[in-house]
């Protein structure tokens, strides 16, 4: 059987030169001369995140889910969402799924599923690691860093918080992302 969704194909595309027009050993813009799909020449700019990003959807035995609503500089407002950040330099991305868990809600896992991974954006490349936890208990060894003190972290029926991905009062979308992945894990 085939997959109707197969990936395997050429690259239409050709890069002519690299320019790396910013770089903070996190975040580095690039812009590429490329030749085209279409043999034209044109210009590809993209950010490239260093490291792997994670998000995890804290599920309690009730079936409650944990999220975090914080202010989103860029966007000018608050956004509710899964745990969810960068891993360090030389961080693997389940070590910094447990890490922003706890930092983030003062939590603790035993039970660690993945839920694959993905990418939010075609001029943004950092891949996302999505992490089901589960048999969660609370750690007072937490520790959030500046940007994070603003943060409400909430307990929500899963139920509720995959309504608000539909409906777009969670518009963060790798939330979303991982908000239905972990529904249709646990069979929701």
């Known amino acids: 059987m085939t997959d109707a969704l197969d990936l395997t194909g050429p690259n239409p595309w050709t890069t002519s030169s ?7 050993g996190r975040l580095r813009l690039y812009q ?5 799909p279409d043999g034209q020449q044109g210009a590809y700019a993209y950010l490239e995140v260093s490291t792997p990003v994670v998000a995890v959807v804290p599920v309690d035995e009730d079936g409650n889910v944990y999220l975090v609503r914080q202010w989103r500089y860029p966007w000018g407002h608050n956004s ?7 891993a360090d330099h030389g961080e693997d991305a389940l070590a910094a799924a447990k890490r922003e868990l706890a930092e983030e809600v003062a939590l603790l896992a035993t039970e660690w599923q993945p839920l694959g991974g993905g990418y ?14 589960r048999d ?4 007072d060894t937490h520790q959030r860093d500046g940007s994070e003190q603003d943060l409400i ?20 979308g790798m939330s979303v992302v991982g908000l239905l992945r972990a529904a249709r894990r646990l069979g929701i």
């Open 32 to 36: 590429d001369q490329v030749l085209q």
């Open 120 to 133: 939010s954006s075609a001029t943004i490349r950092s891949h996302w690691h999505f992490y089901l936890a």
């Open 136 to 139: 969660l208990r609370p750690t």
């Open 153 to 172: 972290a909430k307990r929500v029926p899963l139920a509720v918080a995959i309504e608000a991905a539909m409906d777009g009062r969670i518009a963060h």
């Open 18 to 24: 690299r320019r790396v027009v910013f770089d903070d």
């Open 80 to 86: 509710w969402e899964i745990p969810s950040g960068g």
